[in-house]
C-alpha cells in the first residue's frame, strides 16, 4: 500500500492518522504541493483532482478523497472502530468531520489561497481570508460538541471527528487564529496528542518535512 | 421530520432526493438564504454552521451535513441502498461525491462569493471564480468515471454520486460553465433525470421556489 501525501497536507494528515489507529502500514510516497508535484501527468493518472492523498492499493487501485479513504479503511479493518455503531451517533461524529472537511479545509487551502492572490489580493487579505474560514467553522464546531463529555470529540476514544480536527488546529495556528474561544476543541486536541497514533502523523515527523 | 432548506441550495437539494429515493417524508421549512435567514438565533440553535439542510428528526434531534444525513438516511433505511456493498465500490462513490461536496461546492456557495465581492472583486471576477472551481472539479469528475458502464455515475441505479451530480451540474449552468466536456456526467444527469426522486426534488418544484 502506499500513500501519496505531502507532510503539511491536511487530508493528507488525517489518512496518516487513520492508518496508524488501525496499525496499517503503507509507504509514504511525497508529492510536494509547493512545487506542483501535483499537477504531474503520473500523479495525475492516479488522482485526476490533482490533489493529495491519494491511496494506491497493492492490487493497482487507488483510492482519493481523505474520508472516502478512512470510511474505507474503517469497512476494511474494523478494530478499532473509527465511528461509533449507533446511526445517530455515527451521523453526528461525520457531520463534524465533514464541517471541517468540507466547509475549512478546501476554503483556505494552498489552491484556493493562490487563486485569491492571482486575482489581486495583498497577501494580508489572503491570511485574512483563510483567518476568516477557519474561525467561523471551529466556533460552529466548539458547538457542536460543547455539551460532549469527551475527553475526545465524540466520547471516550477517537473517531473520525478528532482525525480531522487535530490538523485544522494546526492550520489554524498558522495562519494566527486566537483558539482561547474553542477549550472543547482544544481538550479533544490534548486528549490526542497524547496517542501515539496522531503524534506518529505529524508534520514534522514526516520523511518529506522540511 | 422536518428539513430545513432552501429550494437553490445545492446541499438541501441532494436531501430532498435522498428522501424521495428512499420514500421518506420529510415537512419542508424554508429558510432564504439571501435574505440570511439562516444566520437567525432560532436557526443557529438547530445548526450552528447556518447552514442548510438541517434535517430535524420526531425526537427532535437536529442532524445536519448534506452527506451525513444522507449516510444516516441510507443506515437506517437501507431500501434502495444508496451506497454499493463492497468497501471499494463504496470508496470510490463518497470520493466523487466528496470532491463535489468538498472540492467544488463549498468553494462557491453564496457565502464565499459575497466574501469575495466584500474583498473588492467586481462581478465578472466573482463568476469567473465560481465557474473556475466548478469547471476544475467537474473536469476530474469526469475522469473519476470515464471507465464507468452506467447510464449512472456508478452503475445501473443512482447513488449518493448523482445525488451530488445533478444540483452541481444546475449550479455549473447558472455560472455559465460549458458542459460540452463532459459527456459522461451529462449522461448520467439524463438518467437521474428520467427518475421520479430526482425530478421532483428539482428547485422549481419547491414551495418556496421564487
Chains 1, 2 share one sequence.
Not at 13 to 33: D, F
Not at 43 to 52: A, I, K, S, W
Request: proline share 7%; with cysteine.
Amino acid at each position: 500500500m502506499q500513500l501519496h501525501g505531502y507532510y503539511r497536507s491536511s487530508a493528507s494528515w488525517r489518512v496518516r492518522i487513520a492508518l496508524n489507529l488501525k496499525g496499517v502500514h503503507a509507504n509514504s510516497v511525497a508529492h510536494h504541493l509547493r512545487k506542483g508535484e501535483q499537477h504531474a501527468a503520473d500523479f495525475l493518472r492516479l488522482n485526476p483532482q490533482g490533489l493529495v492523498p491519494a491511496l494506491t492499493l497493492d492490487d493497482g487501485t487507488t483510492l482519493t478523497q481523505s474520508l472516502a479513504i478512512i470510511e474505507w479503511l474503517d469497512e476494511t479493518h474494523p478494530r478499532p472502530p473509527l465511528l461509533p455503531t449507533d446511526p445517530l451517533r455515527r451521523a453526528q461524529v461525520r457531520a463534524f468531520a465533514q464541517a471541517i472537511a468540507c466547509d475549512i479545509h478546501p476554503v483556505q487551502n494552498l489552491k484556493v489561497l493562490s487563486r485569491l492572490r492571482q486575482l489581486g489580493l495583498a497577501e494580508d487579505q489572503v491570511t485574512g481570508w483563510a483567518a476568516w474560514v477557519i474561525g467561523d467553522g471551529l466556533k460552529a464546531c466548539e458547538t457542536l460538541i460543547a455539551n460532549e463529555s469527551g475527553p475526545f470529540c465524540f466520547g471516550a476514544d477517537p473517531t473520525l471527528a478528532d482525525i480531522c480536527l487535530v490538523p485544522q488546529l494546526f492550520n489554524a495556528r498558522r495562519f494566527g487564529v486566537d483558539l482561547a474561544p474553542y477549550p472543547r476543541l482544544l481538550r479533544a486536541e490534548r486528549a490526542a496528542q497524547a496517542v501515539a497514533a496522531f503524534a506518529d502523523a505529524a508534520p514534522e515527523r514526516q520523511p518529506d518535512a522540511e
